[in-house]
């Protein structure tokens, strides 16, 4: 997806009246409340049919079966959806601030093309099968891709558009190799079909461990690009009037939607949509100010996820569908309407 050629340029995010920022910490809450209640439900709903009693019971069990599924399999794939879809939806609040593209998605720069070509690699070449393994390998793989892409981009004279441009060319190679070898390598094949679909079925602690750090570093420093940002979406002329430093806040965002999209990408599979849709429904009540579209984009971004990940666990009992599945499905026809809209309003 290409961005616009020609910057838009957009008026100062001017602080909200009173009423107006109560009313969006107010949201804020309130979508606080309704993350706390699709996670009881990731917890108390799964492909295996449990009853309240047994949930509870098994939440506190050391072991037994009720322990296992509940304890073992699904809070581990809650904690791992709410961070993975908190990392997804920042990254997509980043890139869509750092392009000036408000349908931009983390998919935009190549960072999951990397992850997957490094999991082909890891598979075929080096013959590795945890998941453990794949993490590693997938983080390196989407690490080195943005750094490549923010070396094309031309580094310290890096434009939205060269990003871009550097980003959508490093994919369609990568994606090439990818097919190659899966199609020369049986192996790589069954391996990689899951792995690409997008899953939180394999969630586990040692998984979220691994990604923890990264992904705390990540929002941390996704949140804090906040007021920069906020400068820059009005044009580099104006941000390097009001002192803003063009070249690391885009070094430092690169950085940010790498550590976050490559982290959840290399827990879960490249997932799609998520990064794309929420901020820019986000934005559509919060407005362009990135002080509020980053809080809410991490907050709603893993009811998306688990909301969706509940969908694909009894729309085929006692199989599932798995997550990255369903947020295509979801994904797909919002993704339309958006452009429609976006269009019409440009005519």
Request: with cysteine; net charge positive; glycine share 10%.
């Amino acid at each position: 997806m290409l961005v616009d050629s020609v910057p838009e340029q957009r008026a100062e995010p001017v602080a909200a009246p009173p009423a107006r920022r109560a009313v969006r910490a107010v949201g804020l809450l309130a979508s606080l409340g309704v993350l706390a209640v699709v996670a009881v439900a990731s917890i108390a709903v799964g492909a295996k049919e449990l009853s309240v009693a047994q949930v509870w019971h098994g939440l506190f069990a050391s072991s037994g079966t009720y322990g296992d599924v509940v304890v073992d399999e699904r809070l581990a794939r809650t904690l791992l959806g709410l961070l993975a879809g908190a990392a997804l939806g920042l990254a997509g609040a980043v890139l869509q601030a750092l392009t000036r593209n408000p349908l931009a998605d983390p998919g935009l720069l190549g960072i999951n093309a990397g992850a997957s070509a490094a999991i082909v690699t890891a598979i075929t070449f080096f013959g590795v099968t945890s998941l453990s393994g794949y993490v590693w390998f997938a983080f390196l793989g989407a690490a080195a891709v943005g750094a490549l892409v923010w070396f094309l981009g031309g580094s310290r004279g890096a434009t939205p558009v060269r990003l871009a441009l550097a980003g959508t060319a490093i994919s369609a190679a990568l994606y090439g190799y990818l097919q190659a070898v899966m199609i020369t390598n049986g192996a790589a094949l069954a391996k990689m079909r899951f792995w690409t679909v997008g899953s939180l079925s394999s969630a586990t602690d040692t998984t979220i461990e691994q990604v923890l750090p990264f992904l705390v570093a990540g929002m941390v420093l996704a949140l804090a690009l906040a007021r920069p940002l906020n400068a820059m979406e009005m044009g580099d002329d104006t941000a390097r009037a009001l002192g803003a430093h063009l070249n690391r806040t885009r070094a430092l965002s690169m950085l940010a939607a790498t550590v976050l999209c490559g982290a959840a990408t290399a827990a879960c599979g490249p997932i799609v949509f998520v990064g794309l849709m929420v901020p820019h429904v986000v934005r559509s009540f919060t407005g362009p100010d990135l002080r509020w579209i980053l809080p809410y984009a991490a907050v709603l971004s893993p009811v998306l996820l688990l909301g969706s990940d509940v969908i694909g666990r009894v729309v085929a009992r006692p199989s599932e569908v798995q997550v990255g599945i369903i947020t295509a499905i979801i994904g797909g026809p919002v993704f339309i309407f958006l452009v429609r809209r976006r269009r019409t309003a440009q005519l």
